[in-house]
């Protein structure tokens, strides 16, 4: 069982707004930044967001974080079918001593 | 582009031992910290071992603690696990991983494309 926790599945429609969640504990996101991943059928994880809210270069302004107490999200805007895929958040857990990650969302573009 | 090629992986008899590498290229292995993140078959992520950039003190999930061991060798640009005492809940794709900073507590920025690890008789 994940120290964080999101739901297991989300859908929208193309063009639609989903938000994912992510809630955890003042040891893990309310004491340390949160970032969430990518990852495509097939591929290794890529980067989407760091340091709660950033975006590393080349991902596109339709994905944004948020964090607020023990709980963080990540938005998609504007949905896209090459946006199916599984999306997981991470924090760095202090009583731990170690990273946490998330169960995992698997987003589906209906 | 941060280039990160994983080798090693392969099937293995529990019990046994495995090295993974991880060579870096196209930035220098010792202003990162570096990674290992797992991914079991149809499962989802679990972070397995971190090392700072200055190869200070690393840190292991508690499953494998005292079976595996991350290092670094700045000098061939290369990354490092020693698995030891394997079982079958090791099987997994093992991803290494950059950190954006030296620092521990910094995001995954860049990953390889995974090494597919099995432990079976």
């Known amino acids: 069982q994940s120290v964080l926790t999101q739901p297991p599945s989300a859908s929208g429609t193309p063009g639609q707004r989903v938000t994912i969640s992510c809630s955890g504990s003042?040891?893990?996101?309310?004491?340390?930044?949160v970032s969430w991943y990518q990852q495509l059928p097939g591929a290794a994880p890529k980067l989407l967001i760091y340091n709660n809210n950033q975006r590393p270069a080349g991902v596109p302004d339709r994905f944004s974080g948020s964090k607020s107490g023990t709980s963080a999200s990540l938005a998609i805007s504007g949905l896209q079918s090459e946006d199916e895929a599984d999306y997981y958040c991470a924090a760095w857990d202090d009583s731990l001593s170690g990273w946490m990650f998330g169960g995992g969302t698997k987003l589906t573009v209906l | 582009e941060v280039q990160l090629l994983e080798s090693g992986g392969g099937l293995v008899q529990p019990g046994g031992s495995l090295r993974l590498s991880c060579a870096a290229s196209r930035f220098t292995l010792s202003t990162y910290a570096m990674s290992w993140v797992r991914q079991a078959p149809g499962k989802g992520l679990e972070w397995v071992s971190v090392i700072s950039g200055s190869g200070g003190t690393p840190y292991y999930v508690d499953s494998v603690k005292g079976r595996f061991t991350i290092s670094r060798d700045n000098s061939k640009n290369t990354l490092y696990l020693e698995m030891n005492s394997l079982r079958a809940e090791d099987t997994a794709v093992y991803y290494c991983a950059k950190c954006g900073s030296s620092s521990v507590r910094s995001a995954f920025d860049s990953w390889g494309q995974g090494a597919l690890v099995t432990v079976s008789s």
């Open positions: 003042y040891s893990n996101i309310g004491s340390n930044t």
